[in-house]
């Protein structure tokens, strides 16, 4: 884990970033989407991005992508400008090495830079990964909601988690 490299997402990245989202799909622990993506529409959701909802990536030794990370809209009015949502996973081979946190840690950054005011994200009470991951990097555990999604047939907590960005300067 000490060679890696983290930058923000090129055309190029597609075909990786949509098969580690197909893997996050599969693996039922991330989202409540269950329709795996075709490169083509993860294309489209690539370019068709405003300016300020980055997308960022994690190459490891190799210099293949290994996990990425997404700044997304939280809310389209313009009172909630200030709000971004945030979507991460890593490739499944590579989960619990500390991937994760460095690519995590520079999508902070980056909203930062991109002048957003807070980020809040969603995820799924039996995320264990996923809520410490976000917990060692200050973010706030707002509150659950009970039996809230639906996925298989099974209703799902949902942890809403926030990081208010202006806090740390
Ligand atoms: C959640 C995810 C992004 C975390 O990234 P990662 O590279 O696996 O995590 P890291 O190795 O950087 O570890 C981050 C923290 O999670 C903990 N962790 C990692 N794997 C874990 C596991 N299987 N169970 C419990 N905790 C785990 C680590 O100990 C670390 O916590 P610490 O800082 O308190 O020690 C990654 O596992 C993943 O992509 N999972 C599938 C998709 C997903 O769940 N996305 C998030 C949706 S909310």
């Not at 055309?11 to 996050?24: L, V």
């Not at 060692?136 to 298989?152: K, N, Q």
Request: proline content about 1%.
């Amino acid at each position: 884990m000490d060679d890696f490299r983290l930058r923000l997402a090129r055309e190029d990245d597609i075909a990786a970033i949509t098969k580690i989202f197909n893997q996050g799909i599969e693996d039922r622990t991330a989202t409540l989407e269950t329709r795996l993506r075709s490169v083509e529409e993860m294309e489209e959701w690539f370019v068709n991005r405003a300016f300020q909802y980055k997308v960022a990536v994690i190459e490891d030794a190799t210099r293949h992508v290994r996990g990425w990370a997404s700044l997304n809209p939280f809310n389209a009015r313009c009172c909630y400008s200030g709000v971004a949502d945030l979507s991460i996973y890593i490739a499944r081979d590579y989960r619990g090495k500390g991937f994760g946190l460095k690519l995590l840690d520079f999508v902070v950054s980056t909203a930062r830079q991109q002048g957003f005011h807070k980020i809040v994200l969603h995820a799924f009470d039996f995320n264990d990964a996923g809520r410490r991951l976000y917990k060692s990097l200050g973010f706030r555990e707002v509150g659950i909601y009970m039996e809230h999604g639906l996925l298989d047939g099974r209703r799902i907590n949902v942890v809403i988690m926030e990081k208010i960005l202006e806090e740390e300067g």
